[in-house]
């Protein structure tokens, strides 16, 4: 009973969050600019590690495993930022579509954030070759979500 109960207090709880997420844009626009924010940080903190992956930097394990935690809580991040109704007009690169299956999308975001939380783990272990691998693994869900999601 006690242990239903909590599950049913957790639950509400991270629903009030995501209520809380929601509501934290007041306008598209502000929406808009915060994911591209946070894709323009994903982006350079993953370049940093392709870098290294594709030997244009030398190796640097430590430095390497930072980037990939930050990539990994980065992943955590836009949603609520992407699935605002009417995100879709103005300044923005996102189709329309994401907002059409808003549960496809948030399917396309929740296996990135699976390979960046695999890629932060990996990365830990400190193992290039095993690194150069999961790197591609996020590199495919990057992909697959731009290719159906991003106009360009
Ligand atoms: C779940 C979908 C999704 C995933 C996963 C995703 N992106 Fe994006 N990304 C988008 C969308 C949509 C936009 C366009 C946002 C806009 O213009 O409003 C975008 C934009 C960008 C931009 C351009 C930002 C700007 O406005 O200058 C970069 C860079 C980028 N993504 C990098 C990445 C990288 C690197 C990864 C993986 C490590 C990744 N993205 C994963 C959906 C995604």
């Known amino acids: 009973m006690k242990k239903v109960l909590k599950g049913t207090v957790c639950a509400l709880l991270v629903a009030g969050l995501v209520g ?11 929406a808009i600019e915060y994911r591209q924010s946070v894709m323009v940080l994903i982006g350079h903190h993953f ?3 392709a870098a290294m992956v594709q030997g244009k930097k030398p190796f640097d ?28 007009k103005g300044k923005t690169h996102m189709k329309p579509a994401a907002l059409k299956d ?6 396309h975001l929740e296996a ?9 783990q ?6 290039l070759e095993a690194i150069k ?6 590199g495919k869900s990057c992909k697959a979500c731009h290719d159906k999601y991003r106009s360009h």
């Open 122 to 127: 990996v990365a830990a272990g400190g193992d």
């Open 20 to 30: 809380v997420a929601y509501a934290q844009f007041a306008k598209t626009e502000d």
């Open 61 to 88: 394990a430590k430095e390497l495993q930072q980037n990939a935690a930050l990539v990994e809580t980065l992943s955590k991040l836009p949603l609520a930022a992407f699935l605002m109704d009417g995100s879709d």
């Open 133 to 138: 691998a999961q790197f591609g693994n996020v």
């Open 102 to 107: 808003k549960e496809d999308f948030k399917a």
């Open 47 to 49: 370049g940093q590690i």
């Open 112 to 120: 990135f954030d699976t390979e960046a939380a695999k890629l932060a």
